[in-house]
T-cell receptor, first 110, second 113 residues
Framework: GIQVEQSPPDLILQEGANSTLRCNFSDSVNNLQWFHQNPWGQLINLFYIPSGTKQNGRLSATTVATERYSLLYISSSQTTDSGVYFC????????????FGTGTRLQVTL | DVKVTQSSRYLVKRTGEKVFLECVQD?????MFWYRQDPGLGLRLIYFSYDVKMKEKGDIPEGYSVSREKKERFSLILESASTNQTSMYLCAVYSPSGANVLTFGAGSRLTVL
């Protein structure tokens, strides 16, 4: 199956700092999503981004499908950004084979 | 956007008990999923269903079964709970049009003693 690697595994930032999270995947995909899991365990979809660039407020993401990686940018980080960020990829188009990375744990401190 | 509701947030069960975890969506989407999440292992797919009474095994189906009698409801069943099934269980629904995203419920944290 597809392998998904995320880096870094852990990240500590001061409030206001910027960060870049990376997701590498081993094969062609037609579905790539970024999720944020808050400290209470709720997983929230941030982006559906199998290719190209998207922005939503302080967050943006870029996927370079031909080079099999995706980047999630967090600017002006806030304590509410803390949690675990997951990248997930799928080649079926139906999410039936969605494979998750092991995540990047982000802690934003005051 | 679809809303996904899991019936129990926290459960404590004894070894050998039968456990039902329920998941309900407020739309009419076909694809529903059950994952379990464990530290260091990430999210792993247990089962998914692509329509009423239709199901497929995921990566770790052993010890679990599922039921989908109505389109909006997808149940995960542990026939005889064991301590190694202590975990966070997450239900998800796939929205195929527009956003093409997976939406998760809040999760059910199960402890088997």
């Amino acid at each position: 199956g597809i392998q998904v690697e995320q880096s870094p595994p852990d990240l500590i930032l001061q409030e206001g700092a910027n960060s870049t999270l990376r997701c590498n995947f081993s094969d062609s995909v037609n579905n790539l999503q970024w999720f944020h899991q808050n400290p209470w365990g709720q997983l929230i979809n941030l982006f559906y981004i199998p290719s190209g660039t998207k922005q939503n407020g302080r967050l943006s993401a870029t996927t370079v499908a031909t080079e099999r990686y995706s980047l999630l940018y967090i600017s002006s980080s806030q304590t509410t950004d803390s949690g675990v960020y997951f990248c997930a990829v799928d080649y079926t188009g139906t999410a039936s084979k969605l494979t998750f990375g092991t995540g990047t744990r982000l802690q934003v401190t005051l | 956007d679809v809303k996904v509701t899991q019936s129990s947030r926290y459960l404590v069960k004894r070894t050998g008990e039968k456990v039902f975890l329920e998941c309900v969506q407020d739309m009419d989407h076909e694809n529903m999923f059950w994952y379990r999440q464990d530290p260091g292992l990430g999210l792993r797919l247990i089962y998914f269903s692509y329509d009423v009474k239709m199901k497929e095994k995921g990566d770790i189906p052993e010890g679990y079964s599922v039921s989908r009698e109505k389109k909006e409801r997808f149940s995960l069943i542990l026939e005889s709970a064991s301590t190694n099934q202590t975990s966070m269980y997450l239900c998800a629904v796939y929205s195929p049009s527009g956003a093409n995203v997976l939406t998760f419920g809040a999760g059910s944290r199960l402890t088997v003693l």
